[in-house]
């Protein structure tokens, strides 16, 4: 039996992404946490870094 694997993807118009960004990310995943393991956030940052439990803020350009 094959679980389904989710991955969520959020995009916001900020250059320096804080923890209140990742809201929404979390809730997702609190609420499906074996679909879906972590998350990103894509914003005009120039390199991924963890920013939150799980969420991965990711360059624009690396989601395309």
Known sequence: FHMLRLLPV????????????TVGLAAFLAEYPRQAPFGLLTCDIDAPRPIARGVL????GCVC
């Open 10 to 21: 959020e995009v916001k118009a900020t250059a320096s992404p804080g923890v209140g960004a």
């Open 57 to 60: 803020a990711v360059p624009l």
